[in-house]
C-alpha cells in the first residue's frame, strides 16, 4: 500500500484549511466521467444525495461502482465532469479531503502493526482523531489491542478497518464492498457496527454492494450504477412507493404495458406479470388487474436486467 494511498484511506494531515458549513447536500456529481484507455468506466454519472442519508450503491461487478467510490475520495480525477462532497470540489482543497474516510475493499491494515499501533497511525494522520470514540468501540467488540492485525479473524480486520474511519470523525464515510469476503454472521455484525456509527456520529455513508440483501434493512437512499451510469438514485421509501408489479390476464399484458413505463414484464399462457414505474394510487381501471408493493431486490434486480431502462432523466452521451 503506497503511502499516498494510505493517507487518503485514513485521511489526511495536519495544517488543513477550515472546512466550511455544512451544505445540506452531502454529494453532488455532474455529468462524472471516468475513462480508462479505450474503455469509458463512467459515463455522465449527475446525482445528488442529501446530508445524513445511508446509501447503497448497487450494481453488478463492472458496473464502475468502484470508480464512482475512487472519484468521491479523490483517489483518482475524472476524465471530464465535476463531483463535490458537502459543496466543496473534491481534489482542490484539503478540506474536502479531511470530511471524507475511505474503507477499501481490500481492508488498509498492516499484518504486522498491533490494533493499538493502527489506532496510533490513524491518529498521527489525523487532527481530528477521537481516541477516545476508537478506542470504546474496539473494547466493546472485545478485539485485543495488543493482537497483531494479521491474527485477527476476517470480521474483527473489517471492524477495525471500520473503527479507524469513524474515528476520523469524518462527514462523509465512503465504503466499497466492505463485507466482501465476510461470512454472514461477520457481515451482520459489520453492518450493525455501522448502523451503530452512524447513530451516533449523524454522518452520511455510501456503501457499495452486489448483495442486495446486505443493504435492504440500513439504507434509506438508493443509487444503482449499470455499465457505467445511474439508473436509479433517490429516497428508497419514495422509489418503492413508485413502482408496482401489476398482475392480469396475458392477452391483456400489451395493452397495460402502453399505459405506463414497464421495468419487467414476465408472462405465462394465462397471467403476465408487469413491474411498473407509476405513482401510488394510481388506478388500474380494470378490475382483472391487481396490483401489489414491490422489494427492494425485486426493484433493483429488475432495473439490472434492463441496462438501458432509468428512472431518471438521461443526458445525451458523448464519446469525445
Known sequence: MTADRTVRMFGGGAGELTAPAKS???LEAMRLAKRYRGTWALRDCTMS??????VALVGPNGAGKSTFLHLVAGLIA?????????GE?????AAALARVAFLAQDKPLYDGFTVAEMLRFGHHLNPGWDDTLARQRLAELDIPLNRKVGKL????????????AVAKRPDLLVMDEPLANLDPVARHDVMRSLMAAVAETQMTVVLSSHVVSDLTNACDWLVVLNRGQVQISGEVDELLAAHRMVSGPAELA?????????ISDSRRERQADLLVRTGPGTPLHDPRWRASGVSLEELVLAYLRRPDTTALPRPTLTTT
Do not use: K
Open 24 to 26: 445540506p447536500t452531502a
Open 49 to 54: 444525495v442529501p446530508a445524513g442519508r445511508v
Open 78 to 86: 475524472p476524465t471530464r465532469g465535476s463531483v463535490r462532497v458537502f
Open 89 to 93: 470540489p473534491v481534489g482542490q482543497r
Open 153 to 164: 479473524s476476517g470480521g474483527q480486520q473489517a471492524q477495525v478497518a471500520l473503527t479507524i
Open 254 to 262: 400489451d395493452g397495460m404495458a402502453a399505459r405506463m413505463p414497464v
